[in-house]
């Protein structure tokens, strides 16, 4: 692991939404050229809003903060898990991501969530860091990581995915999801599945066909774990700024406008999952555009 990895794979201080105390187990955390990740942007793009991104949201040198990270929490009833980022030893897109080793399990069990504890796995969508810790290599076998939990998988994302013919596609399904498949851990759901009163999924497509978010409401309070329906702040105030990996970048689009006018000026907090600390935010409403509020 280098050393830059080693420091960013920890657990952040938990956030707490009513009843509910949600963890954060970053498992890297990613320095990325607006051009990687935002259509056709650049570092000139982002100069009208440097004034609140920085020092929160991009580095000295302007680069897009990312963090990959699950979100982890005990609700009434389930011990809960969105996205399992990237794993070890896999085939990613990003050398970075090739190969490697994070003490992500370890830093997990310590947070108080040790992988036999995990009822439910919900990955937002299957791309390779929002899946990636669904299995574990044993003895050369990929095996389901959590072996307690009941993994929710959306059939349009499934199909979606099988049916690609690009290496990195293949090496999640190969790695990430067939093994869940095969070992029997997987329930089929569809993109209003409730996991329980306090948990339930919200589709948001475009970035990829059954990519849902995950809306959380406990005594009065409500949050939203975005997936990668936005992946970085500055998309609250440029919605229409594509991502470069967004399947169908109008419908994306359109989803992320709709998500941000619904939720601005509202007391639901934006889990965002790929947002540099504090990770919750608000968003509002401003006389130069919609921004967020921490």
């Known amino acids: 692991m280098n050393p830059v990895e080693s420091l960013a794979t920890r657990s952040l201080p938990p956030i707490q939404v009513g009843g509910l105390f949600i963890t954060r187990v970053v498992d890297s955390l990613e320095h990325f050229s607006p051009r990687i990740i935002l259509r056709g942007v650049t570092y000139d793009h982002l100069q009208p809003h440097l004034d609140w991104l920085l020092p929160n949201f991009l580095d000295e ?13 005990r609700t009434r009833h389930h011990t809960v898990m969105i996205d399992s980022c990237i794993g070890n030893d896999k085939r990613s897109g990003f050398p970075q991501w090739n190969q490697r080793r994070s003490p992500f399990l370890q830093i997990l069990t310590e947070a108080g969530f040790p992988p036999q504890s995990i009822d439910y796995v919900f990955c937002t969508h299957m791309h390779v860091d929002h899946a990636g810790w669904n299995t574990r290599l044993d003895n050369g076998r990929w095996v389901p990581t959590f072996p307690n939990a009941r993994y929710l998988f959306r059939q349009e994302e499934y199909e979606f995915w099988q049916g690609k013919k690009e290496e990195i596609s293949q090496y999640t399904m190969e790695e990430s999801i067939l093994p869940v498949i095969e070992a029997g851990q997987v329930q089929w759901v569809d993109s209003d599945y409730a996991i329980d009163d306090e948990v339930y999924l919200e589709p948001t497509p475009g970035h990829t066909p059954g990519h849902c978010s995950v809306h959380l409401h406990s005594n009065g309070r409500e949050a939203v774990i975005t997936g990668d329906v936005m992946v970085h702040p500055v998309e609250v105030a440029e919605p229409r700024w594509g991502q470069v990996s967004d399947t169908d970048p ?3 689009a359109q989803t ?14 934006i889990l965002g999952s790929h947002f540099a600390d504090p990770t919750g935010v608000h968003i509002v409403s401003t006389p130069r555009g919609c921004r967020i509020r921490f």
Do not use: W
Request: charged letters at 15%.
């Open 250 to 252: 109008a419908l994306a």
């Open 256 to 269: 992320r406008t709709g998500f941000i006018e619904t939720y601005c000026d509202t007391d639901v907090l």
């Open 61 to 73: 040198n302007h680069k897009l903060l990312m963090p990959i990270q699950s979100f982890v929490f």
